[in-house]
């Protein structure tokens, strides 16, 4: 052996390679460059870690038997790598052409092949050239991070639909307070009705997601399909970022946040002839889905009369695959509705609609990584894409028969 120079343990090389297919596994929205290198940097050195220690159990066990297969290592780590990049690639390539963005160059693929470069150095080279390739590394990124493809634009026709506004809309919400919800619900009843949102022909209870926020898209797509006869009201529950309230269990209460409005919306409208009563819609996006769920059931077992539900990009395994009077719209690029434990060993559900790109493959264990990354990015596309829905989530909401032809009378 040349002096200086380190010999890594076969099974690691192997390892590293196949951490290298793992981070090649198709993810369901086009990535940053720098994003795809990481996850590459982290794939290989925890293959090439399990591979050693693997390596070193064999060798126990095997006695050193095995070297001739073992000399074939380098060459196929070697091929598994550079497959691994050109799929890459060409993945990236068939979602940026579904999303009509310009093709990567080799700036995308730079950093990827900096972070190969350097787990080789510091694999066989003395610690001096492990530095001097690190620094390389630094420079190739940025590189990468100058020469590749701009983000998605943040623009799209979807969302310039955004821009069309009913004359007398009525959005009714709350700033999230400590009281007690059902005294925040009777609260936001109370100035609805004084608004005199009672006299339009329909409601929508939109549940938040956990910042609080209420998707305008929705509400103008809810105002587009019932002609502006409709009130909308929120109750925040939460305020922090969607995903920070999931993990933090908020979505117990999303839930009684949700039936709380609902309960309260209900019990104001009991002094309504039945043919004048709004019909009543629930609405709900990301966390809010899991929230305007649980008020469509406890609607059911109650006997409230609800005319449908929509739930856009609900967390996978939240709500139920089916249900009566209820849509579910789910990007087939959006990792919220498939991201799960389960997903190391079994594909998601399938939601049937927006198939707005294609489907990764399933493969175990990869793409579970996958998934997981790309939670990094689902908002950072247009709307109709990742976790970025628009107006058109309320076309797949059905609408009943209104119960009244005219509303002269409404604020």
Request: glycine content about 10%.
């Amino acid at each position: 052996m040349t002096p200086g120079v380190r010999r890594p343990r076969r099974a690691g090389v192997l390892g590293a390679a196949i951490g290298a297919v793992v981070a090649a596994a198709p993810g369901s929205l086009p990535r940053d460059p720098l994003v795809h290198a990481a996850t590459l940097g982290v794939t290989m050195t925890v293959g090439f870690l399990a591979g050693s220690a693997i390596g070193r159990l064999a060798h126990l066990i095997g006695g050193g038997r095995g070297a001739r297969v073992g000399r074939l290592s380098g060459t196929a780590a070697a091929v598994a790598v550079a497959a691994s990049m050109s799929i890459s690639v060409w993945w990236q390539n068939v979602l940026r052409g579904a999303m009509g963005m310009p093709e990567i160059g080799t700036g995308w693929a730079a950093a990827s092949v900096a972070v190969v470069a350097v787990g080789v150095a510091a694999l066989v080279a003395p610690r001096p050239t492990t530095l001097l390739a690190s620094a390389v590394v630094l420079t190739g990124t940025g590189v990468a991070q100058a020469a590749a493809v701009p983000a998605a634009p943040t623009t799209s026709s979807i969302e310039e639909a955004t821009t069309t506004r009913t004359a007398d809309r009525l959005v009714i919400s709350a700033p999230f307070d400590a009281r007690p919800v059902a005294e925040r619900a009777r609260d936001l009843v109370a100035r609805w009705r004084a608004a005199g949102g009672a006299r339009r022909g329909a409601v929508v209870v939109a549940v938040p997601t956990g910042s609080g926020w209420v998707d305008t898209d929705a509400v103008v797509g809810f105002e587009t399909r019932l002609h502006g006869d409709v009130t909308t009201i929120a109750l925040p529950y939460d305020d922090a970022p969607s995903w920070q309230a999931f993990v933090g269990g908020a979505a117990d209460v999303a839930r009684s946040s949700a039936v709380a409005t609902l309960n309260a919306l209900d019990s104001d409208l009991d002094d309504h002839p039945t043919h004048a009563r709004p019909q009543i819609y629930l609405y709900g996006q990301s966390l809010g889905a899991i929230g305007a769920d649980a008020a469509r059931i406890w609607a059911r077992h109650r006997g409230v009369a609800v005319c449908a539900t929509l739930l856009a990009g609900p967390p996978a395994h939240t709500v139920a695959s089916r249900a009566d009077h209820r849509e579910v719209v789910v990007n087939a690029s959006d990792p919220v509705g498939r991201w799960s434990p389960s997903l190391l060993w079994r594909p998601a559900p399938r939601w049937p609609g927006h198939d707005d790109l294609p489907r990764p493959v399933w493969l175990p264990v990869a793409s579970f990584l996958q998934t997981s990354v790309d939670l990094l990015g689902a908002l950072s596309f247009p709307a109709g894409h990742g976790h970025q829905y628009g107006p058109e989530q309320s076309a797949y909401a059905p609408i009943c028969a209104p119960k009244r032809s005219a509303h002269a009378d409404r604020a």
